[in-house]
Every structure is written in structure tokens, then in C-alpha cells.
């Protein structure tokens, strides 16, 4: 059973594209299970007047990759009922004093808007005094990137902190909530059959790939100021290599979690010789992107985890969008011992492959090579799955900004970043993004540029998916 405090929930940007795919479809989400409480409050912030409850039915009523089932009419009714619409600009004292009669009682302020927004936003929440919290908590829920680089981080986490504690911020990545990562946890550190085999003696490399087969959309305006790098690399694929290579945290908490993911990202080893960035073609002609732009929309590097545990280990991490496919996974490739039995005969030599799959089709598996049914000795690679279940309901798997929602309400900071988390994540990039020039143009519908196949191969390798 769920239970979720009474809540005033206000949205700056309710007509973004991401209130759009994610945060209204989330809270319909909800409203199905019965996970919200009796007493809530929607409030969308946006710049001109907005019929809200007439967005919210065409937003549901529209299905998209992430939210493909059907609606039902009375709990779109209901959640409407609660749904108020508030125009003003965010950077405009007044429309702080407007929110003053909503933020009553616990209340959570979530920043959906364009990152350049942010400092006026929390500059205007602490003159209004809407951070204190005398009746209810208040607390941010904030959108990546947050910052633009190592420095503006930095800057924004001083602002935050004058009006806010660390407590009342939940800067969210939503990689964090999805079902595979979190289940990473329980396969690594609930079973014990994997984890002595997590090390530079038996890792040969590990690849983290988030490939996607579409475009940037309609959000060339957010894109084209941040590229793949900054909107995937920096956070969500940084996030899933410090899950499948954390060391056990002491104990299942918030600080605990948080400080080992924090090791890895601070150990991670920039290499700004071995990255390649990538642009598809058409990409300049797409909406609100300019014709100049040098955008990156596509990536590839090669980094190292400096402890004594990986030592050695290389790691290839590549993401990109109008690519051949979508895919997102961290693969750990094992290393073949010399004395395998089957080292001599065809397809003996396949590795190992432990995959954590984040889609399509969440799951984790095991690649491991069985004999084919016959009489002469032939192996093959085959895969071992764990796949989840799919009954009828196609939300059965909490989309991650369901279940971020939930964790913010009661309080659960385990899955968000706090801010030296996120400082490192840009320490890491920022070199990697230093003396950028033109990225290389590659077709729509391909891996990529050929450049970020030679960065593996140049080591003898190649990219598994
Ligand atoms: C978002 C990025 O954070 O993550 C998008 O801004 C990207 O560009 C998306 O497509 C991928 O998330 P998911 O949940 O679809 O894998």
C-alpha cells in the first residue's frame, strides 16, 4: 500500500514537453492506482493562459512511447477537478505572490522549464518566503541539467542552499527511478553469486549504450543549448555505470547509496583524446535549432574507473539519437580464462556478457555459450533472461517519474542527486567538452560516425549491441 501525504504540487512550465510525456501522464498514473491522497492540488505555471484542464484531457488522450494505455474517463475527471491554472512569467515578483494562496501545507515546487530559468525561480521562491516551512514541507524537485557546467553548478548549489537545506532538493535524473536500475541494487547486492565476479580480474571491459531512433522532436530550443552529452551522457549513462559498479553502500539509506555512486563518478578517469561527437544529418534544419549550430546529437568515449577494484578496466559509453536503434543497456563483458575447454572450436571463444537492460523490454541477462542439440560439439551464445512479467496493464513497471513523485512526497531522497554528486558528474564531463569543434555528420538511420567504431576497435574490441 502506497500512502501519500495531502499535497499542493506546482509545476513552473506545465505546457513543456516533459509535463506533457511525463508528469501528466504520471500523475494520471496515480490517480489510476489510487496512490494519491484525498486533498491535492495541481498547479501549472505557464507564460500565457492556458485551459488546463482541457491540456491535460488532449495530453492523456494522446499516447506516446511512454504512455501507450487507455484512459479512464472518471479518474481524468477527477484529476482535473484539481487542476489550476496560474500565468505569469518566472522571473515576474507578482506571480510568486499569485502562488502564495496555493502553497499552503506540504508543497512541492517542480522546475520542468528551461535550466536557464532556475536562478530566478529560486531567487523569487526565497523573496516571496514560499521556502518556509512553518505549515508543511516545501520541496524542489528539479530537472536535469542542472547547470550548464562544473562552474554554474556550483553557482547554483551556493544560491540553493542560501534559501534551501540539502533535505527540502531533489535534483532528479529520472534513470534513477527506472525499475532496471533500482533492481541493479537487488541483483548485485541481494544475491551473492555475482558480486566476487565484479572486478579487474574478471572484466574484460564494459560498454553503456543508450541509442535512440528518433530525433530531437520539438525541443530544439532546450536541445540545441545542451547536446547528447550534456542531456544523457553527464547524468543518466554517469548514473548507470555508478550502479552496475558501486561497492556495496554500508547499509540500504539515502547517504549510503548516494556516497557510493559518489565514489565511482569521482574516480572516473576524463580521456578528452578518446571521444568522438556526432551530428545527424538535417539536424541544423530541425525547428528552433540554428543553422550554425555545432550541437553534438551523438557520442563516444572511453573512460576508466581509477580504484583498485576496476583498475585497468576500459569503459565505453556511447549515446545518441536518429540512430539505426533504440536501446539503452550497460553490458559487462567478461574475459575468456585461458584454459577454457572450447577455446578451439567455433563460437568457443564468445565472452561472457552480463546485460542490464533498460529497454526495450527491462530485463537483465546472461550471455552464455550452450552446446547445439546435434552430434557434432557446436556451441553458442545464448541468452539466460529475466524479464518482468506483462500483464494487461502496460504501466505495471511504475514509469520512473511515478515512482520519483512518490519517493519525493514521503520524503525518499535515496534516488535523487545531491549536489556533490552532480559536481562530479560535471567535473568529469567539462574536459571532455573542452576545445569542442565540429562534430562529424552522420546519416540518420546509422550507428553513427564510423570515428566512434575506431575508438573500440582501435583496442581490439567492437560494440556488442
Ligand atoms: C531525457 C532526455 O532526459 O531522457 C531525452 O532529455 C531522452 O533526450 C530521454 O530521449 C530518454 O529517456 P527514456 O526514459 O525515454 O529512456
Sequence with gaps: MVDTPPFNLIIFGIT??????????????????????????????????????????????EHNRHHEHDINSSVVDNLTSKVVHIAGQLDDPLLYEKLKTYAKGNTIFYLATYPELYKDIFVNLNKAGLNSQENGFVRLMIEKPFGADLASAKELDMLLLEFFSEKQLYRLDHYLGKETIQNILTFRFGNGLFEPLLNKTFIDHIQV?????????????????????????????????????????S????????????????????????????????????????????????????????????????????????????????????????????????SGQIPNVLIYRIQPNEGIVLKILTKKPGHDFELESTAMNFDYPKPDASHYLPDPYERLLVDCLRGDQTFFNDASEIEAQWAFVDPLLSGHGQPIIYDSGTDGPKEADNLIKSDGRSWIS
Design 16 to 61: 513543456s514537453n516533459l509535463a506533457q510525456i511525463k508528469l501528466i501522464p504520471a500523475l494520471y498514473d496515480m490517480a489510476e492506482k489510487g496512490i494519491l491522497p484525498e486533498n491535492f492540488t495541481v498547479v501549472g505555471v505557464s507564460r500565457s493562459h492556458t485551459d488546463l484542464q482541457k491540456h491535460f484531457r488532449i495530453v492523456l488522450a
Design 209 to 249: 549504450t543508450s541509442l535512440e531512433n528518433f530525433g530531437i522532436g520539438k525541443r530544439g530550443g532546450y536541445y540545441d543549448t545542451v547536446g547528447a552529452l550534456k542531456d544523457v551522457g553527464q547524468n543518466h549513462l554517469l548514473q548507470m555505470l555508478a550502479f552496475a559498479t558501486m561497492d556495496v553502500p
Design 251 to 346: 547499509e540500504f539509506s539515502n547517504e549510503a547509496v548516494t556516497l557510493e555512486r559518489l565514489k565511482i563518478v569521482k574516480k572516473l578517469l576524463p580521456m578528452p583524446d578518446k571521444i568522438v561527437l556526432g551530428q545527424y544529418k538535417g539536424y541544423k534544419t530541425e525547428e528552433n535549432v540554428s543553422k550554425k549550430s555545432i550541437t553534438d546529437t551523438f557520442f563516444a568515449f572511453k573512460t576508466q574507473i581509477q580504484n583498485e577494484r576496476y583498475e585497468g578496466v576500459p569503459i565505453y559509453i556511447r549515446g545518441g539519437k536518429q540512430l539505426s536503434k533504440t536501446l539503452t543497456e550497460i553490458a559487462i563483458v567478461f574475459k575468456n580464462p585461458d584454459n577454457r575447454l572450447f577455446n578451439n572450436i567455433q
